[in-house]
Structures are given as structure tokens and as C-alpha cells.
């Protein structure tokens, strides 16, 4: 771990104290714990924003895991803006965090930025999504789901229920997540990759949603008045699809029945709704990956190597898991 200059103590506690002072800030510049050891590992935190309860969960995971690690924290919304997340590293930069770990809201644009870090000697920690880049050097690790698995999954349920019930002829509509986004790519490829010529279905269109719930619901509207027939929605994440569910039951239709369901994510509205039968499959994608990220920040800070890719455990709830009414609280 590099040492510590009592200057950049005194500087990270002003910013607390002025952070403390001015909570309408809290979105546009790094909120860091109150107290911390002077030993504890700095890290540096931007999650791209607060569009879903996915995120939230996760937000709070991480703030919660850093207290339970003893890692002092320095954590900004990016509200949505790549630009934002490039200051917030930047800023990280500057105040010479032992480790940056941030959610990056596309996949491309971030070379510059990451080198700045790299020249800095600070270990950087892509969380939840990839990013694309000619140099893999510029970040150390990747924490989060495996998406073209979660893709997967939705297209092997989709394929078990048209065996089950001698499903033919299906269309297919896909409520896609952030155009340039690792999960937006990967869930989509693995979704095609297992239904891919089998001639029982057919992908009709696929809107982007920016994995919002008032775009879900305004994308649904629009596929459903242009395309007289729609069998599947497959939605990139729960977020969108409550949006959707809301503009099929307004257009007199039964969701989980009329259309079948699929959604990533796992939040408890999509179980609750799996559970009554208005979905028909959740592809977990777990939000808690906070006591992971704490682990790995305090390796890096002791220059120690960790694993290129950690994925954390999760698994697809569908309509015919025998235990489906005894899943545990989600917590997001």
C-alpha cells in the first residue's frame, strides 16, 4: 500500500465534512464514510446511477460492505453520465485512493481516463459491466454477473417451456438495456446463441429501454401497436419489464399467459409477480457484490494479485421450480 500524506488525510476530510454540510450534493461529487482508520484502505467508488432498485441494492451493499471491511470510502453517482464517472475517477486521481472500483455505465470511451490511473499506480476494478479497450492492462479485475450465461439461461427456459407445452411459431420482442453496455451486448448474444435455428421462434424487433421503467413501459406500447401478434418479451432487466407488464395489462392483455415473460435480475417485484404468475422466468443477476469488491480492494492495496474475472454464484427462477413459493426476501 502506498503511504499516506497527512495533507491528503486533511483534504479527504474536508470533503466529507463539506459533503456532510451539503447533502443535495451527494450526486455530483465523492461522498466518503465520516471515520476511518488512518491504516484503512482508500477506495475510490463512481456507480454510474440510481435507474432501478437493482441499483440502489447495490449501492448500499457496497457503502455497508466498506463499513463492515473497515475500508474508507469514497463513493459518487454518476447519475447516468459517462462524463461524470470520468471526473469521479479523475477526482479519485487526485486524492490518491489506493484502489478505484467503478460501474461503467458503456463500454467504450474510457482509455484515457484509465491510463491516468495506471500512470498513477492506482489498481482499477471494473464492477457489474465490462468495458472494451486495445490494452486489458488498464484494469486489474472484473466483479459481476457472466451476462451471456444470463442470456443463456433466458433462451434455455424459453426453449424448456415451447417442449413442456408444444409452443410453436413464437415472435419474440426484446426490451433491450443501455445501447454500448456490456449487458446490453452479452445478454442479447447469449439469448440468440441457445434459440439461434430453431425455427419455433422468431425475434420480431428489440427496442432499447435504457434499462428504465417508465422506457420499458413506453417501448412495450409501441411494439404492441405495431405488431398484431407478440408471444415473448424478453426484457434485459426487471426494471423494464415492470414498465412492460404495466402497458400489457392496460392494452387487456395477461401477462405470464397472453405473453410470455422472461426477465434478468431478480429484484422482489419480478419474484413476487413470478410468484403470481405474471412472469414466467427471473435470471438472477445478483446485486451483492459488495463484501467481493472490499475483499479484492484490500488485496490490491497490499499488491497482492487477484483473479482476472470473479462471478458471483446466482441461478434462474421459473414457473417450474417446485419451490418457487419459498424464495427467501430478495433485500432489493
Known sequence: MRPRSTARRALAAALALALLAFPALYGCAPQQQETA??????????QLGWESAWRIGNSLDIQEAAERAGVQLMFD?????????IKAIRSFIAYQVDVIAFAPIVEHGWDTVLQEAKDAGIPVLLTDRLIVTDDPSLYVGYVGADFLEEGRKAGRFLIEKADREGLTDL????????????????????????????????????????????????CMESMLERHEKIDVLYSHNDAMTLGAIEAIEEAGLVPGEDIIIITVDGEQAAIDLLQEGKINCVVECTPMLGDIIMELAKKLAAGEEIPRVTNPEERAFTEFDEDLMDIPPRGY
Not at 482508520?37 to 463512481?46: I, P, Y
Not at 453517482?77 to 464517472?85: I, P
Open 37 to 46: 482508520r488512518e491504516d484503512a484502505v482508500l477506495l475510490g467508488f463512481s
Open 77 to 85: 453517482n454518476a447519475q447516468q453520465k459517462q462524463e461524470n464517472q
Open 171 to 218: 415472435k419474440i420482442v426484446e426490451l433491450s438495456g443501455t445501447l454500448s453496455s456490456s449487458p446490453m451486448q452479452q445478454r442479447g448474444e447469449g439469448f440468440r446463441a441457445v434459440i439461434e435455428g430453431d425455427e419455433r421462434f422468431e425475434i420480431i424487433e428489440t427496442m432499447s429501454g435504457d434499462f428504465l421503467r417508465s422506457k420499458g413501459k413506453e
